[in-house]
Nanobody, 124 residues
Framework: QVQLAESGGGLVQAGDSLRLSCAAS????????MGWFRQAPGKEREFAAA????????YYADSVKGRFTISRDNAKNTAYLQMSSLKPEDTAVYYC?????????????????WGQGTQVTVSS
């Protein structure tokens, strides 16, 4: 069982940066690949970024590639999402998720545990 808690969301202006954190409980954080997803009002939850168990491999949605960076610190049981050059269309609730699959995936259904989400609002 893994419990996840996101933090770091807020209201920013277009072009600003923001770093989200995802703190995980439990002793086996390094056994899970981690992902960040987001959900805008009236839209389905969508993949943003994912990172392998070791942190060596990362994956990004085209919409955030080059602007967002996912990372993890297994010693601190924490995953991060560094967001830069934010746009109004990045406005959403951001969720971190953990999957026991060997390879990090982009599918919502592949993730076993989810946090409660943190709101990110980007004004123009």
């Amino acid at each position: 069982q893994v419990q996840l808690a996101e933090s770091g969301g807020g209201l920013v202006q277009a072009g600003d940066s923001l770093r989200l954190s995802c703190a995980a409980s439990g002793r086996f954080f390094r056994s899970y690949a981690m992902g960040w997803f987001r959900q805008a009002p009236g839209k389905e939850r969508e993949f943003a970024a994912a990172i392998s168990r070791s942190g060596v491999n990362t994956y990004y949605a085209d919409s955030v590639k080059g602007r967002f960076t996912i990372s993890r610190d297994n010693a601190k049981n924490t995953a991060y999402l560094q967001m830069s050059s934010l746009k109004p269309e990045d406005t959403a609730v951001y969720y971190c998720a953990a999957t026991s699959r060997v390879v990090a995936t982009v599918r919502v259904s592949d993730y076993d545990y989810w946090g409660q989400g943190t709101q990110v609002t980007v004004s123009s």
